[in-house]
Structure formats: structure tokens, C-alpha cells
């Protein structure tokens, strides 16, 4: 939000061109590193610790892309007993199962094992409470 | 070769998507205000659920059959369709977005179709999750006929040859076709012209004759030689609305002036995105004409203004004056809208010699407007007169999230 309003300083120079000005490189920005393509990329929150054994934890951020297949040990997003889970995808003996903390579904349970979509990364805020307010409460925060 | 993606019962699939409980059962979406049925899965269609029919008419058959109701959630179509028209542009050397649900692309140059077409609807599937189905054909109007066919196949159907053209219209009804309306659909009845087939072996002349110059392309497009070209139908706007229903009637002059000033001043947003002010701005007002019982009352006037604008306050300012005189007692309005017309780029502004112009002014605040309302988000900032409780604002009981669009709606997983 900062930025769009930061764009109207470096437009007014009242007095020298900045010699820096034909170097410009575009400042780092993390959305270009956790996101590959935006159309097929959606947001999920982690509820509860059912990862917590991959370090995944409550209220982490996930960022899933669709256009990936799922391979052995690949983060997933599955829907099983009308909910969306967080699962690590396996295959043993050529069967596909789906793991957590909860317990494991194998593909022999379902018709197919209903998987919406790829986890690819996981944002979380490591700031202690007492830092997590005013301009830094939505870091990582719904 | 022109290919026709249509998402299929698109608001029911980006409904579902976030709901995959509701795989293979029936979802119907209603319009603005929860009205009429707007969109419907298979499964509801296959309960006799009809396009347009109203809520109130179809309530027992959704009670019956355990139709699952959806209010329409633009925020969340607009960005699935976003999604898919975005993957469908990797695919095609030109798109040309169609409406919300469907776009043409253009296939020239490339080669093996019978088996680039499934590898779209494929990627489409996979990347957003939305169902597409692919006609493909050498001229818009047959692609068109192929989308439809394809729905019954397995979702892509490619016309490259005759035979598989021939093939494709002889059972095709001509009120299924592409740009037969009912006027046409009157002609052909009357000749006992059924299918495209027949339609088809019609002398040209007689196209000409009785259809126009749509009538000769129509005859072309057929019979497989393009007479429509890309981005072509689209019409250059001439006037800009925004019009809605009200939740419950408006009898008072004061609620009334609110949901106008909402409105107005969303025409005003309209307007500046577009870069254009407008000359004219027509302020309307209905009643319910479904209730005989009610006086009716349908008033409209169009204001002229002295300079064009698309500053929120002009427009603001405008329409609520115009709907205080177009305002009766007694009277039961259910729905209110503005239209601007005489629209002229924003870089051409004519000055008046008869009246100050501070428009240098109101533009800078309209520019403040939009920049914190971008970033802050809608209505953040905005005119008092819009009011805070809005009761009068569209019912949508029914309306699932911005599960794509807002931080507080993405979806928990355990």
C-alpha cells in the first residue's frame, strides 16, 4: 500500500536528474519469488497443526499453483470428507496416499484422491506479539 | 481457423471450485438482488430449472431437490474469468474476449488442431479450474455451432474438414445459431427452415434479400468463408450505467437521494477509468411492474450539463437533484439508475463562456478519490450524502467469499 504512494516522490526532482537514474534495476520484490504464475496461483491459510511435523504451523500463509502435478513428497492441498487439507503426497508401491499428523488416507479409500492443487511455499510472521501491532499486524496476517 | 472457449455454467463452476462438496450436485445462481435464476449446473438443469425463471417460482423445486441457491458474486467471477481468459491468450496468437465467460482465438499457423485444442481445454482446467469446452471451425459462426456440440462430446470438437462441417449442422437447430434472433427465427419458421442444414442450401440472394448484409455474411460463415473477423462486434460505448434494484421499495425522498448518490458516484469511478466525461446524464426511477397493484411510476430526465465532467461531485451533486424532482410520494420505487451519455475523451474538454470552470480543482480531488480508494479499497472515501446504513443495498443472502480477492475470505485448510 506504501508503494503506490511512494511512486509520486521519485517522479518530482526539483533540482538535479539523480545520476543513479540510467541504473535503475527495480527494487527486489518477494512477489516475484514465491509467485510463478498469478492465474493459476491461489491463497490458503493453515489451520491447526496437522503439519506441524513438516514445519507447517497455524495460520501460516500457503501459496498454491495450480498448473503443478503432484510428485512423491509434494505439499498438497486435497478436499477429503468436505474439507480442504493440507497433505504430503507419497507414493509407496506405485499407490499414491495422502499424509499428515492426523493420519494417512491411501488412494484405495477413494475413487481418486481429490487433490485441488500444489503447495509451493509457506509465508509465515515470526515477530513476537508485542511487536505484531500497528503497521506490522498484517504481516503474514488475515 | 477460429476456436470459440466457453467456460461451462461458468458462475455454477467458480461456485464449485471452492466448494468441491458440491461436485455432481445442483447449483443454481441468482441474479443482482437474489431475482431470477441467472446460471445453473447441469444437475439443476436436469430438474427443469429454466434460465430467467424467478426465485420465487422455482423455490419448491429447490426445496425439493436440494438445489443448492447461490447470490451472484461478481467479485469472485470477475477474477476466474480473469484467470482463464489469461491462460487462454497463451495459447492463441490473438484472443478477442467475447463476454465474461467466452473469447474468440485465432488458431492461423497452427497446425495439428485435433490435438492442440485438448491440450488447451486441458491447461485451462488444470491452472484455474474451470471447465472450458473448445469449438474450433474456419469461420466464427461455425466455431460457434462446434462450442455447442462440443458440450455433448467430450468438450472439443474440431470442424476442419466438410465433411465433419456437413456433419456438424444437419441436426443443428437454427435457433440454437449464432446471431438468429427471434425476428429471424419468424422467417425460418414460416419456411419450415429447421436446421442448419437447410438453412444452409438457401440461395444466396435470399440471405441478402431477407437478412440484410448479416444475412450475406451469415451465408458465408457457413459455408466456412469468414465473414466476421476478429474483435469486430465490439461497440464502441456510447453511454455508461449503473443501475440497480433495491432490497426493499424506496418511498422516501432522503433513502433515495443516498442510493443515487452510490450509484452516481460509481459512474463517475466508470467514467474516469475510461478516460472520458460526459455531456448528458439521465437519471431514472421504476416500480415494480409485476404488481398491478401499485401505482406505477417510471420518470426519467436527462440533464444537460453546462461542461462535461466525470468529477463524482458534478455527477453526485446532479442526480440527486434530478431524482428529488423526479420523485413522487406514494410511490413504491424498487429500482433507480443513472446513464452517461455524450461521452467525449477526458483530453477534449470544451469550456463554456458563460460559466467558471474549476475543473482543474475537481479533477485533483477526483484523482485523491481514486487513489485512496485503489489503494484503501471501495468507498473508503466518498461522498456523505451516500449514507452509512445503506439499508436500501441489494439483497444477496446467499453469497459466498472473495475467496480470491480479500486476505479475510481465502479459504482454511486443517
Redesign the interface.
Known amino acids: 500500500?506504501i508503494r503506490?504512494?511512494e511512486k509520486r516522490a521519485e517522479q518530482k526532482i526539483s533540482g538535479f536528474q539523480s545520476p543513479a537514474a540510467d541504473y535503475l534495476e527495480g527494487r527486489l520484490d518477494i512477489a516475484g519469488r514465491l509467485v510463478v504464475?498469478p492465474?493459476?496461483t491461489?491463497?490458503?491459510?493453515?489451520?491447526?497443526e496437522?503439519m506441524s511435523s513438516v514445519s507447517i504451523h497455524d495460520g501460516d500463509?500457503?501459496i498454491i499453483d495450480?498448473?503443478l502435478?503432484p510428485k512423491n513428497g509434494t505439499t498438497v492441498?486435497a478436499?477429503i470428507d468436505?474439507?480442504?487439507?493440507?497433505r504430503i503426497y507419497q507414493v509407496i508401491n506405485s499407490i499414491p496416499q495422502l499424509k499428515n499428523d492426523t493420519g494417512t488416507i491411501y488412494q484405495t479409500e477413494m475413487d481418486t484422491l481429490?487433490i485441488?492443487g500444489v503447495v509451493t511455499s509457506v509465508c509465515r510472521n515470526v515477530l513476537p506479539k508485542s511487536l505484531k501491532t500497528g503497521k506490522c499486524r498484517?504481516v503474514c496476517a488475515? | 481457423m477460429f476456436a470459440l472457449c466457453d467456460c461451462n455454467n461458468f458462475y455454477a463452476s467458480a461456485e464449485r471450485l471452492f466448494r468441491p462438496e458440491l461436485t455432481g450436485k445442483p447449483i443454481v445462481v441468482l441474479s443482482n438482488n437474489d431475482g431470477c435464476v441467472i446460471a445453473r449446473s447441469e444437475e439443476a438443469k436436469a430438474f427443469g430449472i429454466k434460465m430467467g425463471d424467478p426465485e420465487f417460482l422455482v423455490r419448491d423445486l429447490i426445496k425439493k431437490y436440494h438445489i443448492h441457491v447461490f447470490s451472484s458474486n461478481y467479485v469472485l467471477y470477475g477474477d476466474m474469468s480473469e484467470r482463464v481468459m489469461n491462460q487462454l491468450g497463451r495459447w492463441f496468437p490473438r484472443l478477442d474476449v467475447y463476454s465474461i465467460d467466452e473469447a474468440f482465438g485465432w488458431l492461423g499457423g497452427i497446425r495439428n488442431l485435433e490435438s492442440y485444442a485438448p491440450k488447451i481445454r486441458n491447461a485451462v482446467i488444470q491452472n484455474t479450474g474451470i471447465p472450458v469446452s473448445i469449438g474450433v471451425a474456419p469461420t466464427k459462426t461455425l466455431a460457434k455451432l462446434a462450442n455447442k456440440l462440443a458440450k455433448k462430446h467430450n468438450g472439443v470438437l474440431v470442424l476442419d474438414t466438410d465433411e465433419k462441417i456437413s456433419d456438424a449442422v444437419r441436426d443443428f437447430p437454427v435457433h440454437d445459431l449464432w446471431g438468429v434472433g427471434r425476428q429471424y427465427y419468424k422467417k425460418f419458421e414460416a419456411l419450415k427452415i429447421e436446421t442448419v442444414a437447410q438453412l444452409r442450401e438457401m440461395p444466396e440472394m435470399w440471405f441478402k434479400q431477407n437478412m440484410t448484409i448479416m444475412g450475406q455474411r451469415m451465408y458465408n460463415e457457413l459455408w466456412g468463408r469468414p465473414a466476421i473477423p476478429l474483435d469486430e462486434i465490439r461497440e464502441t460505448t456510447k453511454g455508461i450505467t449503473v443501475s440497480r434494484s433495491f432490497r426493499n421499495y424506496i418511498e422516501s425522498p432522503e433513502i433515495l437521494a443516498e442510493a443515487l448518490a452510490l450509484y452516481a458516484s460509481r459512474l463517475a469511478e466508470k467514467l474516469r477509468a475510461q478516460k472520458l466525461r460526459c455531456v448528458y446524464l439521465q437519471v431514472f426511477l421504476y416500480t415494480n411492474k409485476n404488481r398491478e397493484d401499485h401505482p406505477q411510476h417510471f420518470p426519467s430526465h436527462t440533464h444537460k450539463l453546462l461542461i462535461a465532467s466525470n468529477s463524482t461531485t458534478d455527477l453526485v451533486g446532479i442526480a440527486v437533484k434530478v431524482s428529488q424532482k423526479l420523485f413522487r410520494y406514494g410511490i413504491k420505487y424498487r429500482k433507480a439508475g443513472v446513464i452517461a451519455t455524450g461521452l467525449i475523451p477526458e483530453s477534449e474538454l470544451q469550456l463554456n463562456m458563460f460559466s467558471d470552470h474549476d475543473g482543474g480543482k475537481k479533477d485533483t480531488v477526483s484523482a485523491v478519490l481514486d487513489r485512496l480508494n485503489l489503494a484503501y479499497g471501495r468507498g473508503t472515501l466518498r461522498m456523505a450524502t451516500e449514507g452509512y446504513e445503506k439499508k436500501w443495498r441489494l439483497k444477496h443472502e446467499y453469497l459466498s467469499k472473495g475467496y480470491t480477492t480479500r486476505w479475510s475470505d481465502i479459504i482454511q485448510v486443517i
Open positions: 500500500m503506490a504512494f504464475d492465474h493459476s491461489f491463497y490458503f491459510q493453515m489451520k491447526g496437522a500463509i500457503l495450480r498448473s502435478s492441498i478436499f468436505g474439507n480442504f487439507s493440507c481429490q485441488w498484517h488475515l
